[in-house]
Nanobody, 124 residues
Framework: QVQLVESGGGLVQTGGSLRLSCAFS????????IGWFRQAPGKAREFVSA????????KYADSVQGRFTISRDNVKNTASLQMNSLKPEDTAVYYC?????????????????WGQGTQVTVSS
């Protein structure tokens, strides 16, 4: 059984940084693409970033391109999202998710497992 646990959220001022981590438990972490999504109050869950099985391919939403960096460690079974130059509009609950698709995918429906989420709040 796959479980995902996010950590690293918190309150930060505009322009600050946070690093989110996603701990994977279960088998074959290296056979799952990992995605990060976020959901702000009253809004739909949206794609943020994703990384392929090997870590060689990544995708980013236009809104975070150049500010966020996704990475993974297939030995430690973890994935991370480094978030820099944070803006108030980045405020949301952030979720990591695992997909059996080899390449990074932006489609929520392709992710089979989800974490419980971690709150990120950016104050102005």
């Amino acid at each position: 059984q796959v479980q995902l646990v996010e950590s690293g959220g918190g309150l930060v001022q505009t322009g600050g940084s946070l690093r989110l981590s996603c701990a994977f438990s279960g088998r074959n972490f290296h056979r799952y693409a990992i995605g990060w999504f976020r959901q702000a109050p009253g809004k739909a869950r949206e794609f943020v970033s994703a990384i392929s099985w090997s870590g060689g391919l990544t995708k980013y939403a236009d809104s975070v391109q150049g500010r966020f960096t996704i990475s993974r460690d297939n030995v430690k079974n973890t994935a991370s999202l480094q978030m820099n130059s944070l803006k108030p509009e980045d405020t949301a609950v952030y979720y990591c998710a695992a997909s059996p698709v080899r390449e990074p995918t932006i489609s929520l429906s392709e992710y089979e497992y989800w974490g419980q989420g971690t709150q990120v709040t950016v104050s102005s």
